[in-house]
């Protein structure tokens, strides 16, 4: 297995140089525009001064995150205190027994995903209202509760722990994406979290 993967990063090194002959490109300008497309490289030395095939063993795929994919320039910005919580009693006062167990005021189930429920102050922001909240991932709006007054939101989380470790409480900058028009179905946030373009960041969500 060692063997092939040498003869692989030797052929690859080869194509490598063959192209820096013929275009004039040095390899390392290749390699920075591979890492601005998503493809990166580690080493602990000056990328100019490594050989090639050191830099070719240590390449790495890297997947941009949603934080970095996200325009945040181009949607408002409303500044919040946001905390956590989850379907079980210490949050809603309800048991899994309960017939109305993880069901939102919307009339929808809460779902951390790529586009989760959270719960907010609806004269604020209405129900179907999407928000890009950094260090979450985009919210909808699906549940209101007593104590989600004015800039306040609630974001949910599967476990008391993901609240605490995850998330805890923060006053920080959301996003406005889409103002919402006061309802929220299941199909709909379905349709949202099977978007294809969106499928790259689900390994964060799982």
């Known amino acids: 297995m060692l063997r092939r993967f040498s003869i692989l990063v030797l052929v690859i ?3 490598l140089t063959t192209y820096q002959a013929i275009s004039g490109v040095p390899i390392s300008d290749l390699i920075r525009s591979l890492y601005k497309q998503g493809v990166v490289l580690y080493h602990d030395r000056g990328m100019d001064t490594v050989h090639p095939h050191t830099q070719l063993a240590t390449l790495e795929i890297h997947k941009p995150t949603l934080e970095q994919k996200f325009a945040k320039s181009h949607y408002p910005v409303h500044k919040v205190v946001a905390t956590g919580y989850t379907a079980g009693i210490e949050s809603t006062g309800k048991n899994p027994g309960h017939p109305e167990y993880g069901i939102t005021y919307s009339g929808v189930k ?3 995903d790529l586009f989760s429920t959270i719960a907010a102050d609806l004269r604020i922001f209405p129900i179907g209202t999407i928000l890009f909240i950094p260090g979450y991932g985009y919210g909808v709006v699906a549940d209101k509760g007593g104590a989600i007054k004015g800039d306040h939101l609630d974001l949910y989380y599967e476990t008391v ?3 605490y470790n995850k998330w805890g409480k923060k006053e920080l900058d959301v ?3 889409k103002k919402g028009s006061g309802t929220l ?6 349709l ?10 689900r390994q964060y969500y799982e």
């Open 110 to 112: 809460v779902k951390r």
């Open 13 to 15: 090194a080869a194509l």
């Open 185 to 190: 179905t299941e199909q709909e946030l379905v």
């Open 175 to 177: 996003y406005i994406v």
């Open 161 to 163: 722990d993901d609240v």
């Open 192 to 201: 949202l979290n099977e978007d294809k373009s969106m499928q790259v960041f």
